[in-house]
């Protein structure tokens, strides 16, 4: 099949998807099939853009992934950077580069995943580009959204006395890719696994971005609101992410930290601390954020009211003012009422 056969596959009538599942405000003037794709932001709105890429043997391995896996994570891994942001996703565009050996089935596979992420969070695939890979398979999607003028969450916005929240159970992603691996089978539909490791697996095939927490956050009163990431490197990685940029220190508590029964289990039987997983693993794509906390009861509830969930997990300090060196950075309180210790700068690095 030439490259253009190819283009039409994955993206035409025939296709999984196709331009023709664009939401209904999409806002395309022009999707696949010119130079570029023409797009119509909304009224007063700033865009938001990012990309990331997915590759073969770094990011996914026949043990650990289906290529509807694939597809789906490259779509929400990107998404997540939006919700990271408070920003609404609306386009994506999809560069491909492929083995010529891969069959079409499984191209089609991965675009049964892009597009199943992109509608169920109401992104039109706009553009892309389609190359053959002399090695591995490597996915880089773009992703385009809006947010209302002045109103992105940064991970700057941090100040002393706010409190820090996560967005949902960290560390399950890392345990389901060690188990996977450990496993040494070839990835297939999750009710294959046994119970206690689906959660783990699901987690790290096919994570949710938090674009509704994410949006819910930008539009709060906007003094309210502080610092926002998206968890791909682990949460200490993060964590350092908002102090650096803030130039304050934020308190980790161990114990509010929230985890999977499925993960302190598996962190048991490999004789595993489960925090490690948590503060290290990475790609659990929730968000760590913070909050006035004057303001934290009234944040609760209104993510309690939108059917979400906080977890209250630290707060920050100003540089220095609990004791630790360096002044700027990332401290854990083990268990209640323990002292905080630095929490190394670590997560996951493609060139460490
Ligand atoms: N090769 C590059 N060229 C230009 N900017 C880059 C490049 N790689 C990363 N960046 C930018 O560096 C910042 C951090 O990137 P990254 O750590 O990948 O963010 P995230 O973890 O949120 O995906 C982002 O602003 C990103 O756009
Ligand atoms: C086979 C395999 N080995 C290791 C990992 C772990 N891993 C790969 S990339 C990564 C971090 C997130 O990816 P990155 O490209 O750094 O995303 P970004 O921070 O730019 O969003 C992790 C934890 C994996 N997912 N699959
Ligand atoms: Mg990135
Ligand atoms: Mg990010
Ligand atoms: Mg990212």
């Known amino acids: 099949m030439d490259e253009f056969a190819l283009i039409r596959m994955l993206n035409g009538p025939r296709g999984h998807g196709g331009?023709?599942?664009?939401?209904?405000?999409?806002g395309v003037t022009v999707g696949i099939g010119d130079d570029a794709a023409v797009l119509r932001p909304g009224s007063g709105t700033e865009l938001v853009v990012s990309c990331d890429t997915m590759v073969d043997g770094v990011h996914f391995k026949p043990e650990t992934m289906t290529f509807a896996d694939i597809g789906y994570k490259?779509?929400?891994?990107?998404?997540?950077?939006?919700?990271?942001?408070?920003?609404?996703?609306?386009?994506?565009?999809?560069?491909?580069?492929?083995?010529?050996?891969?069959?079409?089935?499984?191209?089609?596979?991965?675009?049964?995943?892009?597009y199943a992420c992109a509608?169920?969070?109401?992104?039109?695939?706009?553009?892309?580009?389609?190359?053959?890979?002399?090695?591995?398979?490597?996915v880089t999607v773009t992703v385009i959204g809006e947010v209302k003028q002045g109103r992105a969450l940064l991970?700057?916005?941090?100040?002393?006395?706010?409190?820090?929240?996560?967005?949902?159970?960290?560390?399950?992603?890392?345990?389901?890719?060690?188990?996977?691996?450990?496993?040494?089978?070839?990835?297939?539909?999750?009710?294959?696994?046994?119970?206690r490791l689906r959660p783990l697996a699901r987690a790290h095939r096919l994570p949710e971005p938090r674009i509704q927490a994410g949006q819910l956050l930008a539009a709060v009163e906007p003094r309210q609101c502080g610092a926002l990431n998206d968890i791909s490197d682990g949460l200490a990685s993060e964590a350092w992410e908002i102090a650096e940029a803030s130039g304050v220190?934020?308190?980790?508590?161990?114990?509010?930290?929230?985890?999977m029964d499925e993960l302190r289990e598996y962190a048991a039987a490999v004789?595993?601390?489960?925090?490690?997983?948590?503060?290290?693993?990475?790609?659990?794509?929730?968000?760590?954020?913070?909050v006035r906390p004057d303001y934290r009861a009234e944040l609760e509830r209104m993510f309690e009211q939108a059917g979400l969930r906080?977890?209250?997990?630290?707060?920050?300090?100003?540089?220095?003012?609990?004791?630790?060196?360096?002044?700027?950075?990332?401290?854990l309180i083990r268990s209640e009422g323990?002292?905080?210790?630095?929490?190394?700068?670590?997560?996951y690095n493609h060139f460490a």
């Open 74 to 114: 490259a779509m929400a891994s990107n998404l997540s950077d939006l919700a990271a942001m408070g920003a609404r996703p609306r386009w994506a565009l999809v560069a491909l580069a492929a083995p010529r050996s891969l069959p079409a089935d499984k191209l089609q596979g991965l675009y049964d995943g892009l």
């Open 271 to 290: 004789q595993a601390d489960p925090l490690e997983f948590a503060l290290y693993g990475g790609e659990d794509y929730e968000l760590v954020g913070t």
């Open 119 to 138: 509608e169920k969070y109401a992104t039109a695939i706009v553009g892309g580009d389609t190359t053959s890979s002399p090695s591995g398979l490597v």
């Open 155 to 195: 991970r700057s916005a941090a100040q002393p006395g706010d409190a820090v929240f996560v967005t949902g159970p960290l560390g399950g992603s890392a345990a389901g890719l060690r188990a996977m691996l450990e496993r040494r089978e070839a990835a297939g539909p999750l009710e294959l696994l046994p119970e």
């Open 310 to 331: 906080l977890w209250f997990v630290g707060e920050v300090a100003a540089a220095g003012e609990d004791g630790t060196d360096p002044a700027i950075g990332v401290t």
């Open 19 to 26: 331009g023709k599942r664009s939401p209904d405000d999409s």
């Open 249 to 259: 220190t934020l308190i980790l508590h161990g114990e509010r930290i929230p985890l």
């Open 338 to 347: 323990g002292v905080p210790a630095p929490v190394g700068k670590r997560g």
